[in-house]
Every structure is written in C-alpha cells, then in structure tokens.
C-alpha cells in the first residue's frame, strides 16, 4: 500500500491503528478512500484516472458534472494556448501529445487526428510548443483565405468534448472510482476526509483557495450543422475580446469565440452568438446561414502559471490542479502522471 494512504505518521509507527483510522473515517465519512478528487472536468478526472487505475480507492466530489463543466466548452485541439510556465508546460504537453494520440486510434473516445491552420493578418511565427507537432510547416499564400498574411499547418489531436468526457467518466467508473455531487465549501473541512484530496476545482479556485491569481477568460461558442468542413481554423489575430475559430466534429462544427478576460458570466449572449458565425462566414463562406444547434459558454481558469504543487491538510496531503488557462485538455494527462508518481511513490 502507498505509504500516504497510511495517514498520519503515527499510523505507519503502530499499523494496528491503520485499522481504527479507517474505521473512524468510515464512521465519520460513510466509507474510507485513499483519494478524494474535487472537481469532474479534464482536470479532475485524468487525475482520478491516473489514480484509480493504479489500484486506489478514489472518490471524485464535484459541484457540477462533466458536462456542465468549461471543459466541454473547449474546441478543442492540442496546443498549449495562455498558459505557462514553459519549462513545466512542455514536458506535460508531450505526455499530453501522446496520450491523445493514442487515444485518436480507439473508437468511441472522442478524439481523432486531424489537420488543419492557424493564421493571422500581421506577420507572426509560430510559437514554441509547435516545436512538438511532428509535421508543422508554414503555410502557402494560396492556402490562406482572403486578408490573411501568413500561418502555419499542422496535424494534432482534436477533441469532441462531449464524447471524451464521456469516454474519461466511463473509464474512471470502470478502473472503479465513484463519482459523487456535491459541492466542496471548504478546502480545510476536508482535512481527515481522505489521506489525499486533489483540487482540481478549475476556475472555482479563486474562491475555494482561495486564489486571486485566477482569472477567467470566458469563452463563448456555437455549435452548428457541418456545412462540409473537415481541416480546423484558428485565426491567431490579437484582438481582444474576439478570436475566430472552427472545429469540425463530424457533422457538426463548433464556431469560436471569445476572449474576455476577468468575465463570470456563463450565459451565451445573442449578439455575440451572432458575431461569431458572421465572422467565421466571413472567413469561410459555406458558413453563411448555417443552422445552429446549441449554444456554449466556458471560463478558461488563466493565471500567470499552472500550480501543480502539494501542501499539508490535517495529517494528509492537499494537491492543487488548476490555472491551466486555454491548454486544460492538453496538460491533463501530463498533470495527472506527475501527481500520480508522487502519491504512487
Ligand atoms: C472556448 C474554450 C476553448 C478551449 N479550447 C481548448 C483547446 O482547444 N485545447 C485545450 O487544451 N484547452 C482548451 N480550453 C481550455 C480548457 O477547456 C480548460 O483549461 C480546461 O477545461 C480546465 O479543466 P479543469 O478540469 O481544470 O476545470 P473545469 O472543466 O472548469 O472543471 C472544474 C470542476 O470543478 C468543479 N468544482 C468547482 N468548484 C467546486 C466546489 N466548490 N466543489 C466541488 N466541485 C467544484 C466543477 O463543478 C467542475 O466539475 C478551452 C476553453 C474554452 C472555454
């Protein structure tokens, strides 16, 4: 056993009082579990992932479930977008690049290789962490739509956010961790609960912490009838609040967005709905009159950098998971393995 799931020292000195610690959290908890996750996003559950199929008893507590989540607001495409430090977010976007690649070759899990560019109408180079896509190359002017300078093509994994945070609930059930609503009112009530709590609350960590280095970028899109597109577009401009950007899921295309920094508000506003398809039509004309079928809204948990790092809770450990900005679904599986190699030991 995991020498963390021992709880506190005195438990490792007398083991016998392993048993009347387990016996107390069960009379004060209804059951004992080595893990206590918070939150059912990306985060949380490549986190429970990771620790259940390693052979943990590992309960996910979440206010909402994954599909109220920002995480199934996302586009989504590997890349590591408003986001830092570089030095951690590189080796946890490599793990990240090959977990999802993986993935794209399984049915039923969401996520698929697919191509496609992202450009910009002032000169601009591509940033570092497409150093880590295999076949990056600058772009043709020919293949640019009217009014762009410049950009680059690449092959990465996309994501249909729906089915994958389906498929990463389905395998968490399977590797048999429980997934339980409720909401967390506090970090410290949590002490004793589980000898490992994990935040990975998102967005909500402003408050929970609480962390005012979080802040939200909210990002509005719309889902639509696929017209016939099959590359994804990203238009890298830098014009705050808006970015343009389309992600074909099959018959469906999800149209982008928004960037409004420090913006709570989870309500899909009209007139930005409308601002979004005109200018994604605008750049691919097959958008004109599109029907559309659902609205979306997600707050993207920004701050200056990730914070991965663990402080005391009572006699157990608390695990912060969040601020991974417009990169969530990229850096999951990478945050996940470095937690999990230091709870595994
Ligand atoms: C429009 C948009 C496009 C994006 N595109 C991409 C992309 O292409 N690629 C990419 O990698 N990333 C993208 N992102 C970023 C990505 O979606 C986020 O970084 C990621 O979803 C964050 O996941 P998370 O699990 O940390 O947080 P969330 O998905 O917000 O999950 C937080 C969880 O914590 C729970 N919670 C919060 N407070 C409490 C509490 N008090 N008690 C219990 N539970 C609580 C919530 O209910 C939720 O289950 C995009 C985001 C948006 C909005």
Redesign the pocket.
């Known amino acids: 056993m995991p020498e963390l799931v021992a709880g506190p020292g005195w438990v490792a000195l007398f083991p016998e009082a392993l048993f009347l610690e387990a016996l107390f959290l069960i009379g004060r908890y209804g059951r004992f579990m080595d893990v206590l996750v918070?939150?059912?996003?990306?985060?949380?559950l490549t986190t429970g992932i990771r620790l259940a199929e390693a052979g943990l008893d590992v309960t996910i507590?979440?206010?909402?479930p994954p599909e109220q989540?920002?995480?199934v607001?996302?586009?989504?495409?590997?890349?590591l977008v408003r986001v830092g430090p570089q030095d951690r977010v590189v080796p946890w976007g490599r793990i990240g690049l090959e977990v999802l690649t993986g993935l794209a070759a399984e049915p039923g899990t969401g996520v698929r290789m697919a191509s496609g560019q992202e450009v910009s109408r002032a000169p601009l180079e591509p940033p570092y962490w497409t150093e880590l896509v295999p076949d990056l190359r600058l772009c043709e002017p020919s293949e640019l739509p009217a009014g762009f300078a410049g950009g680059w093509h690449y092959t990465a994994p996309t994501i249909t956010m729906p089915v994958y945070l389906g498929y990463l609930q389905a395998r968490f059930a399977e590797a048999g961790g429980t997934l339980e609503l409720a909401?967390?009112g506090s970090l410290a009530d949590l002490a004793g609960e589980a000898p490992v709590v994990v935040n990975?609350?998102?967005?909500?960590a402003h408050d929970?912490v609480p962390d005012p280095e979080v802040v939200p970028v909210r990002?509005q899109?719309v889902i639509a009838a696929n017209p016939g597109i099959e590359e994804f577009f990203i238009s890298r401009d830098e014009a705050p609040p808006w970015i343009f950007y389309m992600f074909p899921h099959g018959e469906q295309i999800l149209l982008?967005?928004t960037n409004q920094v420090g913006d709570w508000d989870l309500e899909p506003k009209s007139d930005i709905a409308e601002r979004i398809v005109a200018g994604c039509a605008a750049i691919d004309p097959r958008l004109h009159g599109v029907k559309i079928l659902a609205h979306r809204v997600?707050?993207?948990?920004t701050r200056p950098q990730v914070r991965l790092e663990s402080e005391p809770l009572g006699g157990g450990v608390l695990w912060h998971n969040?601020g991974?900005?417009?990169?969530?679904?990229?850096l999951s599986w990478g945050c996940a393995a470095e937690i999990a190699a230091a709870v595994l030991g």
Request: glycine share 28%; aromatic share 4%.
């Open positions: 918070i939150g059912a996003g990306v985060s949380g507590r979440t206010a909402a989540t920002t995480s607001a996302a586009g989504a495409v590997w890349g909401r967390v990975c609350s998102g967005v909500a929970l990002g899109v982008g967005g997600g707050l993207r948990p969040y991974h900005g417009g990169a969530g679904i990229s």
